[in-house]
């Protein structure tokens, strides 16, 4: 499996990672960073300023980088009251709110950075040299891993082609996975009710439970795009504490499969997860 390769890495790993993969390699190096986002384009920057030893290739599906979307009325979505707005909602507005603001979170860069990139990638051109690049509208679908190098296999969208091209490193840059809560809640799911938490982060658990379960973190689907950022990290705390001694939120309400409430009895204890 390639991803256990050491020559792939998450960009959770990169620094510290990438500095033991370059070191003592008089290159040229070939690095391929997988991703459209803030963090891709900020790994790519960082090749190509910090390592005279490296060509980087940053490979995006879209057909260039995005800037974000900070401007002053969509940001409104990551104040506190929003999170009201989100969770009354029904499902399917939820999701097409969140088409609709995904780019201020979600495959995009901040403009500042892309102009830095483009101003690299101009720089080259003039010099009429290619030592760092973009390839755009490129879907990683494949990967062979050899003793020389990693093979990917890049699909062209436009033009509906396969290619494939080799690199000595590759960093996925490419997200992450917000249901480790599953793994971790395995262990006790017999006594939990749903999947679906009430507005204060409670799942529901089997009548008679006297723990509390609240997720943080996971729960951007009901609560919005800032559940997974720092923008109502207080508040939330606030509303998690109120919520387990009861001193201003009422009995935990869990939506049932059709929407409706189901009281559940009041916790005494509460297990917090977060990520």
Do not use: W
């Not at 599906?61 to 009251?81: E, H, M, T, W, Y």
């Not at 509390?212 to 509303?239: K, M, N, P, W, Y």
């Not at 919520?243 to 499969?257: E, L, T, Y």
Request: with cysteine; aromatic share 8%; charged share 25%.
């Amino acid at each position: 499996d390639g991803l256990e390769d050491a020559r792939v890495l998450h960009s959770a790993g990169y620094r510290g990672g990438i500095e033991k993969l370059l070191a003592n390699r008089p290159g040229p190096v070939r690095v391929a960073v997988v991703g459209g986002g803030q963090s891709a384009a900020e790994i790519f920057e960082d090749l190509a300023s910090r390592f005279d030893n490296v060509e980087a290739t940053l490979v995006i599906r879209g057909s260039a980088l995005k800037p974000s979307d900070d401007s002053p009325f969509v940001n409104q979505i990551f104040n506190p009251s929003f999170t009201d707005t989100i969770f009354n909602h029904s499902q399917e507005r939820r999701v097409a709110l969140f088409d609709e603001f995904r780019n201020t979170n979600y495959s995009v860069v901040d403009t500042d950075l892309i102009e830095t990139i483009f101003q690299r990638m101009y720089q080259q051109k003039v010099r009429g040299e290619e030592r760092h690049r973009m390839l755009t509208n490129r879907e990683v679908v494949h990967a062979e891993v050899a003793a020389d190098g990693i093979e990917l296999f890049l699909r062209d969208a436009p033009h509906d082609q396969m290619h494939s091209e080799s690199f000595d490193v590759v960093v996925l840059a490419t997200g992450y996975r917000r249901d480790y809560h599953l793994e971790l809640l395995s262990g006790i799911q017999q006594y939990i009710e749903g999947a679906n938490v009430d507005r204060h982060y409670r799942l529901p658990l089997t009548p008679g439970s006297e723990a509390g379960i609240f997720l943080q973190g996971c729960c951007e689907d009901s609560h919005g795009l800032s559940d997974t950022l720092l923008s109502v990290l207080a508040i939330r705390s606030q509303e998690v504490v109120e919520s387990i001694f009861g001193d201003q939120q009422p009995p935990c309400s869990a939506r049932s499969a059709h929407g409706s409430l189901q009281a559940q009895a009041e916790p005494r204890v509460a297990l917090k997860l977060a990520r």
